[in-house]
């Protein structure tokens, strides 16, 4: 029954984008797909480019499926920069929205059906919409092989196959994903370099820190 959505979907078309995130979800979806597709594209969308405890994964990923995996920033960051969150604002800056990230890796890649690691048991928004659509969403073009998999089943799934884990999930508990106070303490504490790296990109993220250091969330 958990491998159905995956067996499915790989006999609508042999070529798959999948969103690797590094995080326990993503890296199980596409460890799937490249078992299942015949072609798969991986891509990664960053809020800071270059950080090495995330770039540590993505090669070790490259080396093991043999796929390049395209790193683009994040559509959040859009907002991010436009509108000034941890930085100066600058009103050049286009707003990309998801749907637009998606055409133009789509158009990039020639590829139509984007994997994602969603889950029903992830949240009540997450439920009612995989129930909605059902793990193969055609008007999207999106499908979830994790649909109906449960978190143990997924960290078993990660034993089993000796899966890479980004490193800071074994401090943060998940991976790197926002400029809260919260995670980016985390990251001074153990990657001072990407720390120092962030704050060029974001250098008010710093304030976040200090709050979130004195005073917890």
């Not at 042999?14 to 490249?34: A, F, M, N, Q």
């Not at 994964?57 to 390049?68: F, S, T």
């Not at 994602?116 to 129930?131: L, N, Q, T």
């Not at 790197?176 to 980016?184: K, P, T, Y």
Request: with cysteine.
């Amino acid at each position: 029954m958990l491998f159905d959505s995956i067996k499915t979907a790989a006999k609508i078309k042999d070529s798959v984008l999948v969103g690797l995130s590094t995080g326990k979800d993503s890296i199980v979806t596409y460890d799937l797909c490249c078992r299942h597709f015949k072609h798969v594209k991986p891509y990664f969308m960053y809020l800071v480019p270059g950080l090495e405890f995330q770039e540590m994964a993505l090669r070790w990923y490259e080396k093991q499926y043999g796929n390049k995996i395209i790193r683009l920033p994040h559509f959040e960051t859009s907002d991010f920069y436009r509108y000034g969150s941890f930085r100066d604002p600058d009103g050049e800056v286009k707003i990309v929205s998801v749907r637009e990230e998606y055409d133009y890796l789509r158009y990039k890649t020639g590829t139509y059906w984007i994997a994602g690691g969603e889950r029903i048991s992830d949240s009540i928004v997450r439920r009612a919409m995989i129930k909605h659509s059902g793990s193969i969403d055609e008007q999207r073009g999106r499908f979830y092989p994790l649909a109906e998999w449960t978190k143990q089943d997924v960290m078993q799934y990660i034993d089993h196959y000796h899966l890479f884990l980004s490193p800071e999930q074994k401090r943060l508990g998940f991976s790197f994903a926002s400029l809260a106070g919260s995670e980016l303490s985390v990251i001074r504490q153990y990657y001072p370099a990407d720390y120092e790296r962030i704050l060029h990109y974001f250098p008010e993220a710093d304030a976040g820190v200090e709050r979130f250091e004195r005073y917890g969330e």
